[in-house]
Structure formats: structure tokens, C-alpha cells
């Protein structure tokens, strides 16, 4: 059997204020059309399907659009289950009916992990759906003290699978989650703090292969059948190195997978530019766009008026400015100093060794104080006048 493992389209994502809605439509129309000429027999996708729980109208649009084509042009199933950032209620409204079109929508918990069985020339194949559930939910909903994070949840989850599970048919688990030493990025939110949100990978060994979603990194998770496929675009610039795709699977007839990564082409990338603004305002270099969206890193070390105004007139699409010499008010070791307790002199050595890179020297010091000291000649020169 041959099917598509997606994951983390998060619909309606904004990236520094600009919404990547058409972005997100560019790059789902090339997918479609990748769906249909790897002759693939299901997709999989693997929650984060909106960015937020009350996603916008256009973003409900495109995904209605997008799995139009996929089970009502193509006849191809979905298989689509919820994370952390979608509202599980709301992504399931209508499963009951879309399964009657072979649109497989799992978002809420219930009694048991629900189960989808297709066939191929071999014979079937499982495809066990554990959609994301918060560990203080689960423990609510069946009374259970046992589960205090999302380790022992996923335990619990793994229990509520079908006895109907025939152990020896291949499976394929679908879930949602953050599993062993995986490579998380800044555009992630955290499921949970201090190292509870971790699931260890041996819980998923037991599958011929695991199609997960969460970490946007496309990356193996401990075995080489246990994947991410990685978010449907950069969205952040923690991402700009990443290499954005989707895994499409042959699996033959004793579950051994084949996991072949193909590659999407942006509308726009997302990249970082780094160097002096001179240097930047040339343009970009060859095989790079100008359209790209720019995280640009300015190593000047004077002052410049409108940054960002001049970056735009060469990248239109400049997002973020780092000025890395202008930290202001923040020590040596990055933590910040409340300003409002220093004095004169040392409020000007902090801001000088920010500003410039170096300590000031007895020189600078002795003229910071003649200055002031004149300064405060001619005040008081003024008030006797």
C-alpha cells in the first residue's frame, strides 16, 4: 500500500503579522497534484490542521477546498486527526457523515482509539488514530489517577485499542505528540513544561509505521518507521534550514515501509540574511528572491535611521530586523538591568558598552564627565540669569 503522510498545516497561521493563506494554498495546490501522480490509496494527516482553535473563514475555506479534491475528484481517503492547536469538537463536527465519503475526521477522545481498516492486494492494513488529548482530560474523563503526563496518557490510549486489532496485520499508528529526543523549533507551542510532554519512542515499536505530527523538523523519532513529516511550510526563522515536504510510504506485505521524502516549493521562502547594510542592499544573490520573506541580522555598529524602511526597498517582504549591537540595557551575561537604580555614569557605561562593544576607558569617562559638567554649567548659568 502506498499513502501520504502529512502533518502541521496549521491553516490561518500568521508570521510576524502577515497571513500565509495563500501561501499555505500555493504550496497545497502543488500536493494535491503530487496525491494524484504518486498514485497514492490515502492520505494521512496528522493533527495541527488549523493554527488555532477559531480558525479564520478563509482558512475553514481552503480546507474544505483542498479535501474536496482529494475524496471527491480523486476518491482517495483521509485520514485526518486533531492536535494541539485545533479545537478537537469543532474538527470533528460531521465525522459521522464524512466517513460515509471516506473522509476519516478523529478529534475527540471517547471510549476507544478509533480504527480504520482498509485493504490492499495483501490484504489489510490498520490504521490506529489517537488524536492529541491533554493528560488533565483524560485523567477527568475516566477518574484515573494514573495519568499525571503525557508518557502515562499515551500508556493509557495504547490500552483503549480495539481487541478487534489483529496484532498480527500491519498497523500504522497516527498520533500526535512530542516523542523522545525529537528536534522541536520556536514555532511550536509547548504541550506541556519541564519534560512531562515527552512520550518515549518504544511505545510506537510495536507499529509497522508511526505518522506523527507536532515538531515541524521533518525527522525520524528514535526508530527509522517512527516519522515526522514536518509542518507544511517555514513558519518561523527557526525554520529557514529546514527542507519542508511530505513522506510518501510503500508499505509491502510484511509492513516493511519504504519512506520516500518529496519536496514542496514555496510561493516564498524563509530565509535569514546576515551582514553589514551596505553589504544587504546589493540584493540577494543568485538562485535567491527578492520576494522571499527575510529575517535580516544588521551587524552595523552605528546608528541607522529606518532599518527596515531601507531593507524593504531591496526585500519587500522584510518580516524582523536584528540589530545585535543594539541590546540596550541588557548585562553581559543577558540579563536585564533595571536602569532606574544606576547613576549617571554607570547608566552611560552600560549604554556604551552596548552600543559600542567595549568597556569605557578612563579617557572616555574623563570626557563624559567634562561634558556634564559643562552641561550643568550652563543650566545653572540660565536659572541665575
Known sequence: MRFIHTADWHLGRLMH???????????????VLLVKDSQAELVIVAGDIFDRAVPP??????????????VLDLSIPVIIIAGNHDSA???????????????????EFRDRVPVVRLTDKWGAVQFVAIPYSEPSVLRECFSSESISNHQEAFQFLLGKIPCTVNKQHRMVLIAHAFVGDGIPSESERPLSVGGFDRV????????????????????SAGYDHVRYAGSLLKYSFSESDHVKGIN??????????????????PRRDVRRIEGLLKDLLKGPQSGESREDYICAVVTDTDPIL???GK????????????????????????GRIDHRKLDDIDLFKTFFQQV?????????????????????????????S
Request: charged share 25%; aromatic share 8%.
Open 17 to 31: 503579522g502577515v497571513h500565509l493563506t495563500e501561501d499555505q494554498a500555493y504550496v497545497l495546490d502543488q500536493f
Open 89 to 107: 469538537p469543532r474538527l470533528q463536527f460531521g465525522s459521522k457523515l464524512l466517513a460515509e465519503e471516506r473522509l476519516f475526521v478523529f478529534g
Open 356 to 384: 559600542m562593544g567595549q568597556e569605557l576607558n578612563e579617557e572616555h569617562i574623563a570626557e563624559y564627565q567634562r561634558v556634564i559638567e559643562s552641561l550643568r554649567r550652563s543650566q545653572r548659568e540660565e536659572k541665575a
Open 306 to 308: 529606518d532599518v527596515i
Open 248 to 265: 510518501v510510504v510503500e508499505m509491502n506485505q510484511d509492513g516493511a515501509c519504504k519512506i520516500e521524502k518529496v519536496c514542496l516549493t
Open 200 to 219: 518515549g519512542a518504544s511505545l510506537f515499536r510495536g507499529a509497522h509505521y508511526a505518522a506523527l505530527g507536532h515538531l515541524h523538523c521533518p525527522q
Open 57 to 70: 473563514t478563509d482558512a475553514v475555506l481552503l480546507l474544505d477546498d483542498v479535501l474536496s479534491r482529494l
Open 311 to 334: 531593507l524593504r526597498e531591496v526585500y519587500p517582504n522584510v518580516l524582523h530586523v536584528q540589530r545585535p549591537f543594539f541590546d540596550v540595557f541588557r548585562g553581559n551575561h543577558g
